[in-house]
């Protein structure tokens, strides 16, 4: 079965820093999607990004960017420049051909002014 | 209205109580599904309604009883709940069922089963 790892349950950046953000999944199959998701304090989870397995290029949405390395089993979210809307947990999905979202714990980011 | 929206925002309801959780998108999307999502576990998918219906229910105990009247609307009606559902619940829209697909998330109705 397929399982997503976030191993920083907190992390904390200052405002105008870059903060990385760790994820790191278990799977058999080789065409999957990957995602990372925010959900601020109203609660309403909002796609960050997506990234499809095949493609070798890392995914980028602004200030936001992904290391996918498929070996590895590895997919990080980079933010750039932080701001303080930035504050919010973090949810790193896979989701294989069963068409199943599996979901990491998440991680809470806090941003300093 | 755009998007995806829940009511009630939070609802505290008693062992014998029986409520709705709603959810209205306006998004044009024709699949949409139910959360549960409790601290320290995963989200956790209940129910997929696609074009109307129900595709996926994943071991959801039966006093938790969805329904889909149209591709806009959807329901979860509750009835003799355990404190141990007590939990965010929350509504998403996609555009089809897809493992690529982009879900929006409705804000969430905070649940207090006492």
């Known amino acids: 079965a397929q399982t997503v790892t976030q191993s920083q349950p907190e992390m904390s950046v200052q405002e105008a820093e870059t903060v990385t953000l760790s994820c790191t999944y278990d ?41 996918f390395q498929k070996a590895a089993k590895s997919f990080s979210l980079k933010i750039s420049d932080s701001q303080l809307g930035d504050a919010a947990m973090y949810f790193c999905a896979y989701a294989g051909n ?10 809470s980011l806090a941003v300093n002014p | 209205e755009t998007g995806v929206t829940q009511t009630p ?42 074009f109307k219906e129900q595709t996926e229910n994943n071991s959801v105990p039966s006093r938790f009883s969805p329904e889909c009247p149209n591709s806009s609307h959807l329901f979860l009606h509750l009835h003799t709940l355990q404190p141990e559902d007590s939990a965010l619940y929350l509504c998403a829209s996609s555009q089809e069922r897809q493992s690529n697909e982009k879900l929006f998330f409705g804000s969430g109705t905070q649940l207090s089963v006492l």
């Open chain 1, 27 to 67: 799977t058999s199959e080789s065409d999957y999607y990957l995602f990372w998701y925010k959900q601020p304090p109203s609660r309403q989870m909002i796609l960050v990004i997506r990234q499809e397995a095949y493609k070798q290029q890392n995914a980028t949405e602004n200030r936001f960017s992904v290391n």
């Open chain 1, 98 to 107: 069963n068409r199943k979202l599996i979901w990491g714990l998440g991680t």
């Open chain 2, 9 to 50: 925002r939070h609802l505290v309801m008693g062992m014998t109580n029986k409520k709705s959780l709603k959810c209205e998108q306006h998004l044009g999307h024709n699949a949409m599904y139910w959360y549960k999502q409790s601290a320290k576990k995963p989200l956790e998918l209940m129910f997929v309604y696609n």
